[in-house]
C-alpha cells in the first residue's frame, strides 16, 4: 500500500539554523500538508499546497517557513532561522487521487514525521 | 476560535468491552470528520471518516455524526490490547479548505 515518506527521522540543529524536512507524497495525490506536534500538544495545521502553490496556511506558518516541490516526487519545508519553539514532531501528509471527486475526498494520510530539536 | 474538544482520558476499558470515544466541535460549517489513531512518538493513523448524519460502520469501528449537537463520537467494539492508543478527532471546513483541526485527543486503555 502506498504511504508517505519523510526523512531525516530525527533532526537535531542550532537556534538560527535553517532546516530543511523533505516528504515524499502518495504519488497519485494532488494535495500535500504539513503539520506540527509540540510534545504533549494537538496535531496544528501549517500549510497546504495544490498545483505548485499554497493554497492554505495557518498563523504559524509565518516569514520564516516555506515549502517547495522541487521535482515531481519530493515536497519540503524549509525554517529559514530556527527557534527553539520549533522544536516539535513536523508530519508530512497528502491526500486527494488525481480523478477522484473532490466531495468527501479530503481524506489526509500522513508519514512518519520527522522529529526537530532545536538546542 | 474553531476548538475541537476531547475528553483526555484515561479511558480504561476492559478487553473485549465497548469503547467509547466522544468529541465536540464549535464550528457549525464543519461538514467533514476524521477519526485518527495514535500511538505514542507515530504519526496519526486515520481509521474512520463520516460526512453525513448518522452511524458509519467498518469492521469493530462505527463512527456517529449529529452534525445538530455538533457531536461525533467513535465505538470500538471487542476491545483488544493492540487498540490502546490516543484517538484524534479532527474536523475540516470541506468548502476548498482542506485544513484539519484536531482536538487534544483521548487516551484509551485496554486493560488484557
Known amino acids: 500500500e502506498p504511504e508517505v515518506t519523510q526523512t531525516p527521522s530525527h533532526q537535531v540543529t542550532q537556534m538560527g539554523q535553517e532546516v530543511i524536512l523533505r516528504c515524499v507524497p502518495i504519488s497519485n495525490h494532488l494535495y500535500f500538508y504539513w503539520y506540527r506536534q509540540i510534545l504533549g500538544q494537538k496535531v496544528e495545521f501549517l500549510v497546504s499546497f495544490y498545483n505548485n502553490e499554497i493554497s492554505e496556511k495557518s498563523e504559524i506558518f509565518d516569514d520564516q517557513f516555506s515549502v517547495e516541490r522541487p521535482d515531481g516526487s519530493n515536497f519540503t519545508l524549509k525554517i529559514r532561522s530556527t527557534k527553539l519553539e520549533d522544536s516539535a514532531m513536523y508530519f508530512c501528509a497528502s491526500s486527494e487521487r488525481i480523478g477522484r471527486r473532490l466531495a468527501g475526498g479530503v481524506e489526509q494520510f500522513f508519514g512518519p514525521g520527522t522529529r526537530l530539536t532545536v538546542l | 476560535q474553531k476548538e475541537v474538544e476531547q475528553n483526555s482520558g484515561p479511558l480504561s476499558v476492559p478487553e473485549g468491552a465497548i469503547a467509547s470515544l466522544n468529541c465536540t466541535y464549535s464550528?457549525?460549517?464543519?461538514?467533514?470528520f476524521f477519526w485518527y489513531r495514535q500511538y505514542s512518538g507515530k504519526s496519526p493513523e486515520l481509521i474512520m471518516f463520516i460526512y453525513s448524519n448518522g452511524d458509519k460502520e467498518d469492521g469493530r469501528f462505527t463512527a456517529q455524526l449529529n452534525k445538530a449537537s455538533q457531536y461525533v463520537s467513535l465505538l470500538i467494539r471487542d476491545s483488544q490490547p493492540s487498540d490502546s492508543a490516543t484517538y484524534l478527532c479532527a474536523v475540516n471546513r470541506d468548502t476548498g479548505r482542506r485544513a484539519l483541526t484536531f482536538g487534544s485527543g483521548t487516551r484509551l486503555q485496554v486493560q488484557p
Open positions: 464550528d457549525r460549517g464543519s461538514q467533514s
